[in-house]
């Protein structure tokens, strides 16, 4: 059964930090995974991914650590220095390419989602 499952978000201040989990099934341990974030009234953006080598959004660049552990089957999202437009729920999910994934319709999987959100 393919499962996502994110945890870790909550109310942080900003310049703080977070971690966040997301723990996915055996089948998804092949592919590339990724971190996608939606604020109120905004698109669905990109902030990271990861399969042979790690790719970040720009405005999380330096700020945000993408890692993955297959034997614990666990994806992370470190973030840093968090400011008030890190604001957003949080959704891992999976895609079966390879490359420049930093689209949402290049992924297939998706979790529920978590809250993450930072107070000035």
């Known amino acids: 059964q393919a499962q996502l499952v994110e945890s870790g978000g909550g109310l942080v201040q900003a310049g703080g930090s977070l971690r966040l989990s997301c723990f996915y099934s055996?089948?998804?341990?092949?592919?590339?995974m990724g971190w996608f974030r939606q604020a109120p009234g905004k698109e669905r953006e990109f902030v990271a991914s990861?399969?042979?080598?790690?790719n970040y959004a720009d405005s999380v660049k330096g700020r945000f650590t993408i890692s993955r552990d297959n034997a614990k089957n666990t994806l992370y999202l470190q973030m840093d220095s968090l400011k008030p437009e890190d604001t957003a729920v949080y959704y891992c999910?999976?895609?079966?390419?390879?490359?420049?994934?930093?689209?949402?319709?290049?992924?297939?999987?998706w979790g529920q989602g978590t809250q993450v959100t930072v107070s000035s």
């Open positions: 999910a999976v895609s079966t390419g390879s490359f420049y994934l930093t689209q949402s319709d290049q992924y297939d999987w």
């Open positions: 055996d089948n998804f341990s092949p592919y590339a």
């Open positions: 990861i399969k042979w080598d790690t």
